[in-house]
Protein backbone atom coordinates (compact mmCIF):
# COMPACT_ATOMS: atom_id res chain seq x y z
CA UNK A 1 0.00 0.00 0.00
CA UNK A 2 1.23 3.29 -1.07
CA UNK A 3 1.61 6.67 1.32
CA UNK A 4 -1.26 7.73 -1.31
CA UNK A 5 -3.56 5.86 -0.81
CA UNK A 6 -4.35 6.29 2.76
CA UNK A 7 -4.52 10.30 1.94
CA UNK A 8 -7.18 9.19 -0.84
CA UNK A 9 -9.31 6.99 1.29
CA UNK A 10 -9.30 9.42 3.54
CA UNK A 11 -9.62 12.34 1.58
CA UNK A 12 -12.73 10.42 0.08
CA UNK A 13 -14.09 10.02 3.04
CA UNK A 14 -14.47 13.77 3.99
CA UNK A 15 -16.04 14.39 1.05
CA UNK A 16 -18.89 11.77 1.91
CA UNK A 17 -18.96 13.89 4.61
CA UNK A 18 -19.66 17.14 3.61
CA UNK A 19 -22.22 15.97 1.07
CA UNK A 20 -23.83 14.03 3.77
CA UNK A 21 -23.97 17.42 5.67
CA UNK A 22 -25.61 19.15 2.82
CA UNK A 23 -27.75 16.89 2.24
CA UNK A 24 -29.03 17.03 5.68
CA UNK A 25 -29.04 21.62 5.34
CA UNK A 26 -31.26 21.22 2.45
CA UNK A 27 -33.83 18.82 4.45
CA UNK A 28 -33.36 20.56 7.21
CA UNK A 29 -34.17 24.02 5.11
CA UNK A 30 -36.89 22.20 3.65
CA UNK A 31 -38.60 21.30 6.94
CA UNK A 32 -38.33 24.68 8.24
CA UNK A 33 -40.26 26.08 5.03
CA UNK A 34 -42.67 23.38 4.95
CA UNK A 35 -43.35 24.37 8.58
CA UNK A 36 -43.51 28.13 8.24
CA UNK A 37 -46.01 27.78 5.11
CA UNK A 38 -47.72 25.74 7.25
CA UNK A 39 -48.16 28.07 9.61
CA UNK A 40 -49.37 31.08 7.03
CA UNK A 41 -51.95 28.89 5.92
CA UNK A 42 -53.48 27.09 8.56
CA UNK A 43 -54.06 30.79 10.24
CA UNK A 44 -55.44 32.26 7.29
CA UNK A 45 -59.31 31.63 6.90
CA UNK A 46 -60.47 33.61 3.79
CA UNK A 47 -60.59 31.65 0.99
CA UNK A 48 -59.89 34.31 -1.23
CA UNK A 49 -56.66 35.50 0.24
CA UNK A 50 -55.50 32.12 0.83
CA UNK A 51 -55.40 30.81 -2.52
CA UNK A 52 -53.13 34.39 -3.19
CA UNK A 53 -51.20 33.42 -0.29
CA UNK A 54 -50.60 29.70 -1.53
CA UNK A 55 -48.94 30.59 -5.13
CA UNK A 56 -47.06 33.67 -3.65
CA UNK A 57 -45.30 30.81 -1.28
CA UNK A 58 -44.99 28.60 -4.08
CA UNK A 59 -43.47 30.92 -6.56
CA UNK A 60 -41.13 32.41 -4.22
CA UNK A 61 -39.37 28.89 -3.26
CA UNK A 62 -39.67 27.64 -7.20
CA UNK A 63 -39.12 30.75 -8.89
CA UNK A 64 -41.19 30.03 -11.88
CA UNK A 65 -41.60 32.02 -14.74
CA UNK A 66 -45.60 31.40 -14.06
CA UNK A 67 -47.76 29.82 -11.18
CA UNK A 68 -51.27 29.49 -11.43
CA UNK A 69 -53.97 27.55 -9.24
CA UNK A 70 -57.66 26.54 -11.05
CA UNK A 71 -60.74 24.56 -9.58
CA UNK A 72 -63.11 22.66 -11.10
CA UNK A 73 -63.65 19.65 -13.42
CA UNK A 74 -61.31 18.11 -16.01
CA UNK A 75 -63.40 19.83 -18.73
CA UNK A 76 -64.51 22.77 -16.90
CA UNK A 77 -62.11 24.11 -14.71
CA UNK A 78 -61.39 28.30 -13.72
CA UNK A 79 -58.14 29.79 -13.46
CA UNK A 80 -58.45 30.87 -9.74
CA UNK A 81 -55.07 32.85 -9.09
CA UNK A 82 -52.17 33.75 -11.57
CA UNK A 83 -48.79 35.22 -11.18
CA UNK A 84 -45.87 36.12 -12.79
CA UNK A 85 -42.25 35.33 -11.89
CA UNK A 86 -42.45 38.88 -9.82
CA UNK A 87 -45.21 37.92 -8.03
CA UNK A 88 -47.74 40.02 -10.19
CA UNK A 89 -51.58 38.92 -11.08
CA UNK A 90 -51.29 38.21 -14.35
CA UNK A 91 -53.71 39.77 -16.86
CA UNK A 92 -56.41 37.84 -18.82
CA UNK A 93 -54.82 37.53 -21.96
CA UNK A 94 -51.86 35.88 -19.91
CA UNK A 95 -54.39 33.54 -17.75
CA UNK A 96 -53.37 30.73 -20.11
CA UNK A 97 -52.35 26.73 -19.10
CA UNK A 98 -52.37 23.48 -21.17
CA UNK A 99 -55.74 22.55 -20.34
CA UNK A 100 -54.28 19.29 -21.65
CA UNK A 101 -52.12 19.23 -18.56
CA UNK A 102 -55.01 20.40 -16.24
CA UNK A 103 -57.39 17.81 -17.76
CA UNK A 104 -54.57 14.68 -17.32
CA UNK A 105 -53.92 15.66 -13.54
CA UNK A 106 -57.57 16.67 -12.61
CA UNK A 107 -58.99 13.24 -14.14
CA UNK A 108 -56.06 11.22 -12.73
CA UNK A 109 -55.58 12.77 -9.40
CA UNK A 110 -52.03 12.30 -10.29
CA UNK A 111 -49.17 14.99 -10.67
CA UNK A 112 -47.14 15.91 -14.68
CA UNK A 113 -43.82 16.49 -14.61
CA UNK A 114 -42.36 17.96 -18.28
CA UNK A 115 -38.84 18.65 -18.88
CA UNK A 116 -38.73 19.97 -22.14
CA UNK A 117 -42.25 20.33 -23.47
CA UNK A 118 -40.97 21.10 -27.22
CA UNK A 119 -38.53 18.11 -27.90
CA UNK A 120 -41.65 15.26 -26.92
CA UNK A 121 -42.93 15.87 -30.58
CA UNK A 122 -45.77 13.59 -31.42
CA UNK A 123 -46.46 13.33 -27.25
CA UNK A 124 -47.12 17.09 -26.57
CA UNK A 125 -50.60 18.40 -27.46
CA UNK A 126 -51.41 21.39 -29.69
CA UNK A 127 -51.75 23.57 -26.63
CA UNK A 128 -48.71 22.87 -25.00
CA UNK A 129 -46.77 23.66 -28.97
CA UNK A 130 -48.92 26.49 -29.46
CA UNK A 131 -48.26 27.91 -25.98
CA UNK A 132 -44.69 27.91 -26.45
CA UNK A 133 -43.97 25.83 -23.01
CA UNK A 134 -41.22 23.87 -22.06
CA UNK A 135 -40.56 23.29 -18.08
CA UNK A 136 -44.10 22.13 -16.21
CA UNK A 137 -44.91 20.99 -12.88
CA UNK A 138 -48.84 20.51 -12.09
CA UNK A 139 -49.93 18.76 -8.97
CA UNK A 140 -53.91 18.10 -7.52
CA UNK A 141 -54.95 19.89 -4.74
CA UNK A 142 -57.13 16.76 -3.29
CA UNK A 143 -59.90 17.04 -1.03
CA UNK A 144 -61.65 14.09 0.52
CA UNK A 145 -59.25 12.01 -1.71
CA UNK A 146 -60.97 13.73 -4.89
CA UNK A 147 -59.05 16.18 -6.97
CA UNK A 148 -60.85 19.70 -6.09
CA UNK A 149 -57.97 21.47 -8.24
CA UNK A 150 -54.64 21.81 -9.17
CA UNK A 151 -51.35 23.86 -8.36
CA UNK A 152 -49.49 24.88 -12.06
CA UNK A 153 -46.17 26.15 -12.54
CA UNK A 154 -44.34 26.32 -15.83
CA UNK A 155 -41.66 27.90 -17.75
CA UNK A 156 -41.73 29.28 -21.01
CA UNK A 157 -38.09 30.01 -21.75
CA UNK A 158 -36.23 27.44 -20.17
CA UNK A 159 -36.08 23.16 -20.63
CA UNK A 160 -35.35 21.20 -17.75
CA UNK A 161 -36.57 24.09 -15.63
CA UNK A 162 -37.56 21.71 -12.57
CA UNK A 163 -35.91 18.81 -10.61
CA UNK A 164 -37.56 15.70 -9.37
CA UNK A 165 -36.91 17.59 -6.21
CA UNK A 166 -38.62 19.96 -7.32
CA UNK A 167 -41.86 18.14 -7.27
CA UNK A 168 -41.98 16.03 -4.12
CA UNK A 169 -42.04 19.58 -2.42
CA UNK A 170 -44.56 20.69 -4.22
CA UNK A 171 -46.50 17.88 -3.70
CA UNK A 172 -45.72 17.81 -0.30
CA UNK A 173 -46.86 22.11 -0.63
CA UNK A 174 -50.54 21.22 -2.41
CA UNK A 175 -50.81 18.40 0.30
CA UNK A 176 -50.82 21.45 3.02
CA UNK A 177 -52.25 24.03 0.79
CA UNK A 178 -55.44 21.02 0.39
CA UNK A 179 -56.03 20.92 4.22
CA UNK A 180 -56.10 24.78 4.48
CA UNK A 181 -58.58 25.21 1.39
CA UNK A 182 -61.37 22.53 3.05
CA UNK A 183 -60.71 24.59 6.48
CA UNK A 184 -61.49 27.94 4.59
CA UNK A 185 -64.46 26.07 2.54
CA UNK A 186 -65.65 24.89 5.89
CA UNK A 187 -65.51 28.14 7.56
CA UNK A 188 -66.82 30.29 4.46
CA UNK A 189 -70.07 27.91 4.71
CA UNK A 190 -70.45 28.07 8.41
CA UNK A 191 -70.52 31.88 7.35
CA UNK A 192 -73.21 31.30 4.75
CA UNK A 193 -75.46 29.64 6.91
CA UNK A 194 -74.80 31.60 9.76
CA UNK A 195 -75.59 34.73 8.39
CA UNK A 196 -71.99 35.83 7.65
CA UNK A 197 -71.85 37.78 11.30
CA UNK A 198 -68.90 36.35 14.02
CA UNK A 199 -71.52 36.32 16.79
CA UNK A 200 -73.71 33.95 14.59
CA UNK A 201 -70.05 32.17 13.97
CA UNK A 202 -68.95 31.80 17.56
CA UNK A 203 -72.30 30.52 18.94
CA UNK A 204 -72.12 27.95 16.36
CA UNK A 205 -68.92 26.83 17.47
CA UNK A 206 -70.19 27.15 21.09
CA UNK A 207 -73.02 24.93 19.87
CA UNK A 208 -71.04 22.23 18.43
CA UNK A 209 -67.57 22.66 20.81
CA UNK A 210 -67.35 22.78 24.61
CA UNK A 211 -66.24 26.44 24.64
CA UNK A 212 -67.98 27.25 27.40
CA UNK A 213 -65.11 29.17 29.43
CA UNK A 214 -64.19 31.06 26.90
CA UNK A 215 -66.11 34.76 26.86
CA UNK A 216 -66.10 36.55 23.67
CA UNK A 217 -67.96 36.62 20.04
CA UNK A 218 -65.35 39.32 17.85
CA UNK A 219 -63.91 37.75 14.56
CA UNK A 220 -60.38 37.61 16.25
CA UNK A 221 -61.73 35.15 19.60
CA UNK A 222 -64.49 33.44 16.19
CA UNK A 223 -60.81 32.74 14.18
CA UNK A 224 -59.42 31.13 18.19
CA UNK A 225 -62.16 29.10 18.87
CA UNK A 226 -62.32 28.07 15.13
CA UNK A 227 -58.51 27.08 15.32
CA UNK A 228 -59.18 25.31 18.60
CA UNK A 229 -61.92 23.45 17.24
CA UNK A 230 -59.96 22.23 14.07
CA UNK A 231 -56.85 20.81 16.47
CA UNK A 232 -59.01 19.14 19.28
CA UNK A 233 -59.31 16.07 17.73
CA UNK A 234 -55.54 15.16 16.77
CA UNK A 235 -53.06 14.53 18.76
CA UNK A 236 -50.72 17.23 17.61
CA UNK A 237 -48.41 19.21 20.17
CA UNK A 238 -50.12 22.81 20.58
CA UNK A 239 -48.09 25.60 21.12
CA UNK A 240 -50.76 29.13 22.52
CA UNK A 241 -48.61 32.52 22.26
CA UNK A 242 -50.31 35.54 23.80
CA UNK A 243 -49.38 38.62 26.46
CA UNK A 244 -50.21 37.70 29.74
CA UNK A 245 -53.49 37.78 31.06
CA UNK A 246 -55.38 36.81 28.36
CA UNK A 247 -56.51 33.55 29.40
CA UNK A 248 -54.24 31.12 27.21
CA UNK A 249 -55.12 28.48 29.79
CA UNK A 250 -58.29 29.00 29.01
CA UNK A 251 -58.34 27.85 25.61
CA UNK A 252 -55.87 25.11 26.31
CA UNK A 253 -58.57 23.78 28.76
CA UNK A 254 -61.39 24.38 25.94
CA UNK A 255 -58.71 21.67 23.42
CA UNK A 256 -58.93 19.16 25.76
CA UNK A 257 -62.40 18.82 26.30
CA UNK A 258 -63.01 18.84 22.69
CA UNK A 259 -60.04 15.76 22.71
CA UNK A 260 -60.29 12.36 22.42
CA UNK A 261 -58.87 12.38 25.95
CA UNK A 262 -61.40 14.49 27.41
CA UNK A 263 -62.36 11.64 30.11
CA UNK A 264 -58.20 11.39 30.95
CA UNK A 265 -56.27 13.79 33.01
CA UNK A 266 -55.38 17.24 32.50
CA UNK A 267 -52.70 18.33 34.58
CA UNK A 268 -50.94 21.90 34.39
CA UNK A 269 -47.66 23.17 35.71
CA UNK A 270 -45.99 27.31 35.12
CA UNK A 271 -42.36 26.29 34.25
CA UNK A 272 -41.04 29.83 35.39
CA UNK A 273 -42.41 29.49 38.85
CA UNK A 274 -40.13 26.61 40.38
CA UNK A 275 -36.57 26.15 40.30
CA UNK A 276 -34.92 23.97 38.13
CA UNK A 277 -34.26 20.81 39.79
CA UNK A 278 -37.83 20.87 41.76
CA UNK A 279 -39.59 21.38 38.25
CA UNK A 280 -37.91 18.44 37.19
CA UNK A 281 -39.16 16.01 39.97
CA UNK A 282 -42.71 18.13 39.55
CA UNK A 283 -42.50 16.74 36.18
CA UNK A 284 -40.36 13.38 35.62
CA UNK A 285 -40.84 12.58 38.87
CA UNK A 286 -38.01 11.02 40.77
CA UNK A 287 -36.76 7.65 43.17
CA UNK A 288 -36.41 7.17 46.99
CA UNK A 289 -32.86 8.92 48.22
CA UNK A 290 -32.40 10.47 44.62
CA UNK A 291 -31.34 13.83 46.48
CA UNK A 292 -31.65 15.19 50.25
CA UNK A 293 -35.07 15.21 51.34
CA UNK A 294 -35.94 12.65 48.71
CA UNK A 295 -37.27 10.48 51.60
CA UNK A 296 -39.91 8.36 48.75
CA UNK A 297 -40.48 7.91 45.63
CA UNK A 298 -42.70 10.42 43.89
CA UNK A 299 -44.75 10.15 40.61
CA UNK A 300 -43.83 13.06 38.17
CA UNK A 301 -46.62 15.24 35.94
CA UNK A 302 -46.04 12.96 33.17
CA UNK A 303 -47.08 9.88 34.58
CA UNK A 304 -49.54 11.28 36.27
CA UNK A 305 -51.24 12.58 32.87
CA UNK A 306 -50.59 9.34 30.95
CA UNK A 307 -53.36 8.52 28.52
CA UNK A 308 -54.50 12.54 28.73
CA UNK A 309 -53.34 16.12 28.69
CA UNK A 310 -50.49 18.00 29.64
CA UNK A 311 -50.39 22.27 30.00
CA UNK A 312 -46.89 23.80 29.97
CA UNK A 313 -47.35 27.41 31.07
CA UNK A 314 -44.74 29.64 30.19
CA UNK A 315 -42.52 26.68 28.72
CA UNK A 316 -39.98 29.47 27.49
CA UNK A 317 -38.96 29.64 30.81
CA UNK A 318 -37.92 26.14 31.26
CA UNK A 319 -33.71 25.46 32.23
CA UNK A 320 -32.22 24.29 29.03
CA UNK A 321 -30.93 20.87 30.92
CA UNK A 322 -34.64 20.50 30.72
CA UNK A 323 -35.34 21.12 27.31
CA UNK A 324 -33.72 18.46 26.28
CA UNK A 325 -35.98 16.00 28.41
CA UNK A 326 -38.55 17.21 27.07
CA UNK A 327 -37.66 16.56 23.75
CA UNK A 328 -37.28 12.76 24.42
CA UNK A 329 -40.95 12.71 25.73
CA UNK A 330 -42.02 14.27 21.89
CA UNK A 331 -40.09 12.56 19.86
CA UNK A 332 -40.22 9.11 21.45
CA UNK A 333 -42.57 9.57 24.05
CA UNK A 334 -39.88 8.34 27.18
CA UNK A 335 -38.50 10.04 30.33
CA UNK A 336 -36.39 8.83 33.23
CA UNK A 337 -37.24 9.83 36.50
CA UNK A 338 -34.79 11.92 38.87
CA UNK A 339 -32.05 9.49 40.26
CA UNK A 340 -33.20 6.45 37.78
CA UNK A 341 -31.94 5.02 34.46
CA UNK A 342 -35.12 2.84 33.82
CA UNK A 343 -36.75 4.38 30.78
CA UNK A 344 -40.65 4.67 31.18
CA UNK A 345 -42.99 4.94 28.10
CA UNK A 346 -45.86 7.27 28.12
CA UNK A 347 -48.44 8.89 26.39
CA UNK A 348 -49.38 12.26 26.89
CA UNK A 349 -50.48 15.10 24.22
CA UNK A 350 -48.76 18.40 24.94
CA UNK A 351 -50.19 21.74 25.09
CA UNK A 352 -47.76 24.41 25.72
CA UNK A 353 -48.02 28.36 26.07
CA UNK A 354 -45.78 30.93 26.15
CA UNK A 355 -45.61 34.66 26.14
CA UNK A 356 -42.20 34.95 25.05
CA UNK A 357 -41.06 35.42 21.37
CA UNK A 358 -39.55 31.60 21.10
CA UNK A 359 -38.02 32.27 17.80
CA UNK A 360 -35.95 34.92 18.93
CA UNK A 361 -34.47 32.66 21.91
CA UNK A 362 -33.81 30.38 19.55
CA UNK A 363 -31.82 33.08 17.81
CA UNK A 364 -29.56 33.78 20.71
CA UNK A 365 -29.17 30.31 22.00
CA UNK A 366 -31.45 30.78 25.18
CA UNK A 367 -34.25 27.58 23.58
CA UNK A 368 -33.36 24.77 21.35
CA UNK A 369 -34.00 24.86 17.78
CA UNK A 370 -34.98 21.68 17.38
CA UNK A 371 -37.72 21.67 20.77
CA UNK A 372 -38.85 24.65 19.24
CA UNK A 373 -39.98 22.89 15.98
CA UNK A 374 -41.29 20.39 17.99
CA UNK A 375 -43.95 21.90 20.22
CA UNK A 376 -45.02 24.36 17.52
CA UNK A 377 -46.83 22.21 15.14
CA UNK A 378 -50.06 24.54 15.33
CA UNK A 379 -49.69 27.54 16.87
CA UNK A 380 -53.09 29.45 18.35
CA UNK A 381 -52.21 32.98 19.31
CA UNK A 382 -54.73 34.35 21.57
CA UNK A 383 -55.66 38.17 21.07
CA UNK A 384 -54.73 40.70 23.42
CA UNK A 385 -57.64 42.50 24.71
CA UNK A 386 -56.95 45.96 23.71
CA UNK A 387 -57.21 44.42 20.16
CA UNK A 388 -61.10 43.07 20.43
CA UNK A 389 -62.78 45.79 22.41
CA UNK A 390 -66.24 44.45 21.04
CA UNK A 391 -66.06 41.53 23.29
CA UNK A 392 -65.23 43.94 26.74
CA UNK A 393 -69.37 44.93 27.18
CA UNK A 394 -69.44 40.72 27.58
CA UNK A 395 -66.50 40.47 29.84
CA UNK A 396 -67.42 43.09 32.27
CA UNK A 397 -70.98 41.36 32.31
CA UNK A 398 -69.49 37.96 33.03
CA UNK A 399 -67.69 39.82 35.93
CA UNK A 400 -70.32 40.79 37.28
CA UNK A 401 -72.13 38.13 37.23
CA UNK A 402 -68.99 36.37 39.01
CA UNK A 403 -68.93 39.24 42.03
CA UNK A 404 -72.35 39.52 42.34
CA UNK A 405 -72.62 35.94 43.58
CA UNK A 406 -69.17 36.47 45.76
CA UNK A 407 -70.15 39.86 47.09
CA UNK A 408 -73.88 39.22 47.88
CA UNK A 409 -74.07 42.54 45.92
CA UNK A 410 -76.11 43.08 43.20
CA UNK A 411 -75.67 45.69 40.28
CA UNK A 412 -78.15 46.44 37.76
CA UNK A 413 -76.86 48.73 35.37
CA UNK A 414 -73.13 49.92 33.61
CA UNK A 415 -72.94 53.77 33.11
CA UNK A 416 -72.63 54.15 28.87
CA UNK A 417 -69.24 56.64 29.86
CA UNK A 418 -67.99 53.76 31.82
CA UNK A 419 -68.68 51.45 29.26
CA UNK A 420 -66.94 53.71 26.62
CA UNK A 421 -63.80 54.22 28.54
CA UNK A 422 -63.10 50.83 29.58
CA UNK A 423 -63.51 50.04 25.56
CA UNK A 424 -60.68 52.70 24.95
CA UNK A 425 -58.55 51.49 27.50
CA UNK A 426 -55.68 49.39 26.34
CA UNK A 427 -55.29 46.77 29.07
CA UNK A 428 -51.88 46.47 29.58
CA UNK A 429 -52.84 43.64 32.11
CA UNK A 430 -55.40 42.35 30.17
CA UNK A 431 -58.16 40.06 30.90
CA UNK A 432 -56.73 40.19 34.49
CA UNK A 433 -56.52 44.02 34.79
CA UNK A 434 -59.81 44.24 33.75
CA UNK A 435 -61.14 42.03 36.37
CA UNK A 436 -59.78 43.71 38.68
CA UNK A 437 -61.02 47.16 37.68
CA UNK A 438 -64.87 45.62 37.70
CA UNK A 439 -64.13 44.20 41.06
CA UNK A 440 -62.61 47.03 42.08
CA UNK A 441 -65.75 49.25 41.07
CA UNK A 442 -68.49 47.28 42.66
CA UNK A 443 -66.25 47.63 46.01
CA UNK A 444 -66.60 51.20 45.41
CA UNK A 445 -69.82 51.74 43.99
CA UNK A 446 -72.54 52.68 47.01
CA UNK A 447 -75.54 51.63 44.79
CA UNK A 448 -76.42 48.93 42.70
CA UNK A 449 -74.99 51.22 39.19
CA UNK A 450 -71.38 51.52 37.97
CA UNK A 451 -70.18 54.96 36.45
CA UNK A 452 -67.29 56.20 35.52
CA UNK A 453 -66.11 58.05 39.06
CA UNK A 454 -65.15 54.45 39.96
CA UNK A 455 -62.90 53.68 37.56
CA UNK A 456 -59.00 53.87 38.72
CA UNK A 457 -56.57 56.84 37.71
CA UNK A 458 -54.35 55.08 34.74
CA UNK A 459 -58.00 54.25 33.25
CA UNK A 460 -59.14 57.85 33.42
CA UNK A 461 -55.63 58.98 32.38
CA UNK A 462 -55.27 56.98 29.48
CA UNK A 463 -58.57 57.44 28.23
CA UNK A 464 -57.73 61.42 27.82
CA UNK A 465 -54.70 60.75 26.25
CA UNK A 466 -56.77 58.59 23.69
CA UNK A 467 -59.20 61.89 23.14
CA UNK A 468 -56.48 63.71 22.16
CA UNK A 469 -55.15 61.21 19.88
CA UNK A 470 -58.53 60.91 18.06
CA UNK A 471 -58.50 64.43 17.45
CA UNK A 472 -55.09 63.91 15.91
CA UNK A 473 -55.85 61.37 13.90
CA UNK A 474 -53.74 58.68 15.74
CA UNK A 475 -55.41 55.45 15.85
CA UNK A 476 -54.23 53.92 19.18
CA UNK A 477 -53.63 54.74 22.86
CA UNK A 478 -50.60 56.32 24.33
CA UNK A 479 -50.95 55.79 28.10
CA UNK A 480 -49.56 59.29 30.33
CA UNK A 481 -46.47 59.09 31.75
CA UNK A 482 -45.93 58.70 35.11
CA UNK A 483 -42.08 58.98 35.63
CA UNK A 484 -39.07 60.00 33.38
CA UNK A 485 -38.67 56.19 32.11
CA UNK A 486 -41.84 56.41 31.18
CA UNK A 487 -41.49 59.31 29.27
CA UNK A 488 -38.68 58.23 27.36
CA UNK A 489 -40.67 54.91 26.15
CA UNK A 490 -43.94 57.39 25.00
CA UNK A 491 -41.90 59.97 23.08
CA UNK A 492 -40.06 55.97 21.16
CA UNK A 493 -43.57 55.26 20.47
CA UNK A 494 -44.85 58.37 19.15
CA UNK A 495 -42.05 58.54 17.39
CA UNK A 496 -42.12 54.81 15.91
CA UNK A 497 -45.77 55.75 15.20
CA UNK A 498 -45.10 58.87 13.00
CA UNK A 499 -42.24 57.02 10.72
CA UNK A 500 -44.66 53.69 10.03
CA UNK A 501 -47.26 57.11 8.89
CA UNK A 502 -44.20 58.88 6.47
CA UNK A 503 -43.51 55.22 5.40
CA UNK A 504 -46.83 54.15 4.84
CA UNK A 505 -48.01 57.55 2.40
CA UNK A 506 -44.33 57.18 0.82
CA UNK A 507 -45.75 53.25 -0.50
CA UNK A 508 -49.33 54.37 -0.87
CA UNK A 509 -47.90 57.57 -3.60
CA UNK A 510 -45.42 54.85 -4.95
CA UNK A 511 -47.86 52.89 -6.17
CA UNK A 512 -50.15 55.34 -7.24
CA UNK A 513 -47.36 56.49 -9.47
CA UNK A 514 -47.16 53.11 -10.67
CA UNK A 515 -50.45 52.39 -11.59
CA UNK A 516 -50.78 49.85 -8.40
CA UNK A 517 -48.00 47.64 -10.12
CA UNK A 518 -45.37 46.81 -7.14
CA UNK A 519 -42.28 46.27 -9.33
CA UNK A 520 -42.61 49.20 -11.15
CA UNK A 521 -43.08 50.87 -7.58
CA UNK A 522 -40.06 49.08 -6.31
CA UNK A 523 -37.93 50.52 -9.68
CA UNK A 524 -38.92 53.74 -9.01
CA UNK A 525 -38.13 54.02 -5.95
CA UNK A 526 -34.82 52.58 -5.87
CA UNK A 527 -35.91 49.54 -3.38
CA UNK A 528 -35.80 46.36 -3.94
CA UNK A 529 -38.74 44.47 -4.80
CA UNK A 530 -38.98 42.25 -1.45
CA UNK A 531 -38.70 44.47 0.31
CA UNK A 532 -41.24 46.97 -1.21
CA UNK A 533 -43.46 44.02 -1.25
CA UNK A 534 -42.71 43.32 2.48
CA UNK A 535 -43.12 46.57 3.55
CA UNK A 536 -46.79 47.22 1.58
CA UNK A 537 -47.71 43.60 3.26
CA UNK A 538 -46.48 45.31 6.49
CA UNK A 539 -48.63 48.43 6.58
CA UNK A 540 -51.59 46.11 4.98
CA UNK A 541 -52.32 48.51 1.83
CA UNK A 542 -53.90 47.06 -1.15
CA UNK A 543 -52.71 47.36 -4.34
CA UNK A 544 -55.40 48.39 -6.62
CA UNK A 545 -54.17 47.88 -10.35
CA UNK A 546 -55.53 50.43 -12.52
Known amino acids: MTAKEPNESQSNGQDQLRKEMNRLRNEKREVEIKFEISKLLYAELDYSRLLNLIIDKIMDILRAERGFIVTGEPDDFEVKVARNIDGDELSEDGRTVSRTIVHKVLSSGEPSFINDAQQEGADSSRSIVDLGLRSILCVPLLISAKPYGAIYVENRSIANCFMEKDLVLLQDLAELSSSSIRNALNFLELS ?48 ITGDSGTGKELI ?31 LFGHVKGSFTGAYASKIGRFEAANGGTIFLDEVGEMPPELQVKLLRVLQFGEFEKVGSYRLQRVDVRIIAATNKNLSQMVNRGDFREDLYYRIKIIEVHFPPLRDRPDDIPLLIEHFIKMYTEKMGKAIESVDPQMMRLLQRYPYPGN ?6 IIQRAMILSDNSHLSA ?7 LDSNQVAAAADRLGASRVIPVARNNEELKEAKEEATTRAAAEVEKAFLEAALEQSNGVITKAAKKTGMNRSLFQRLVKKHDIQSKKK
Open 252 to 282: ARAIFLNSTRKDKPFLTINCGALPSGLLESE
Open 431 to 436: IRELEG
Open 192 to 239: RTSGGSATSLGEDLRRDYDFSMIIGKSRKMVAVMEMASRVAPTDATVM
Open 453 to 459: TDLPPEV
